[in-house]
């Protein structure tokens, strides 16, 4: 038994080595010493009488052994931390991932409503800037989250999608002189950037054949927010997602001079292991999600496929 025990200690160090690709950070996180990472590394490598790592400097890389392991060791521990989570206090209360943008212009709201209808479970989030929205839920102390993706997950994970992303042009009501604006006057007005790599923009102009305006000028920021708050300021033309910009849209604080909207093929997903113990709140939640997406429909509103 205590060979076990001391195995379970030495897959559990290997399992966050290689994660990390260091001792140095498995020994902060599991409260060891360096050198008793090491050792454990080591102890599994005689047990099994092959390499778990190649050792190139200071850096470490998971040989093929090694990686076969990890992978296995990763689901593994995630078992056994769910099952220990049924007997704590917050084994009722869901951990929600999402994008920042998401949360001010739909979920808060959204979340409000479902704790007003079903008290049988919380949900306690977590608004996290993300340039490429990710997770993992191994590494991460998330139950579930909301995910702006392709779609594309691991096999072990969970995926429903609430809405398609659209994108689309947005401005101040006053911000152009005309009410039927033509595509080449982009290239006298000042174009925001929701995102650093101005994808948005080239998209949504790829799409309508106008790549040649230049999408070079313009204000860049973090967030869809912060582009559509400087729209909303009247800084300039911003392209967003259609049913996040809709309550701006709608009260009238924004409107779109362009009436094509442009699928990008991505879409928010809410995403959970398929394994997790609290998947029938996860079940409630999704549902109650979903019958709050404000249409993307609009009929003054040409749509594109990307």
């Known amino acids: 038994m205590s060979e076990r025990i001391q195995a379970l200690h030495a897959l559990r160090a290997f399992e966050v080595a290689s994660r990390y690709g260091s001792f140095t950070r498995a020994a902060k996180e599991l409260a060891l010493t360096q050198g008793a990472v090491s050792h454990h590394v080591k102890t599994l490598e005689d047990l099994f009488d092959c390499s778990l790592f190649e050792r190139r400097g200071p850096k470490l890389l998971l040989t093929e052994h090694g990686r076969l392991l990890a992978q296995e060791l990763k689901v593994g521990f995630k078992i056994i931390e769910n099952a220990c989570a049924l007997l704590r206090n917050d084994r009722y209360a869901l951990r929600l991932k999402a994008p920042s943008t998401l949360t001010v212009r739909w979920l808060l709201r959204a979340l409000d409503g479902f704790k007003k209808i079903d008290d049988s479970a919380s949900v306690q989030l977590s608004s996290v800037w993300m340039d490429i929205d990710s997770v993992d839920f191994y590494s991460e102390p998330f139950d579930c989250a909301i995910l702006l993706s392709n779609g594309r997950f691991p096999a072990e994970v969970e995926s429903l999608k609430l809405f398609d992303e659209w994108l689309i042009p947005v401005c101040h009501p ?14 006298r007005c000042e174009l925001l950037h929701p995102s650093p790599d101005r994808r948005d923009w080239r998209r949504w102009l790829a799409r309508l054949g106008a ?19 400087a729209a909303q300021q009247g800084l300039g033309i911003s392209v967003v997602d259609l049913v996040l910009a809709s309550a701006d849209l709608n009260a009238g604080r924004l409107v779109t001079p362009f009436k094509q909207a442009v699928a990008t093929g991505d879409g928010y997903y809410m995403t959970w292991l398929k394994a997790s113990p609290k998947a029938r709140q996860m079940h409630r939640l999704r549902d109650f999600l979903l019958g709050q997406v404000p249409p993307a429909a609009r009929r003054d509103i040409q749509y594109f496929y990307d």
Do not use: C, K, N
């Open 174 to 187: 006053d911000y152009l002189d005309t009410d039927s604006p033509e595509l080449a006057m982009l290239a």
């Open 211 to 229: 790549l040649h305006i230049g999408i070079g000028q313009g204000q860049v920021f973090d967030t869809l927010d912060q582009g559509i708050s």
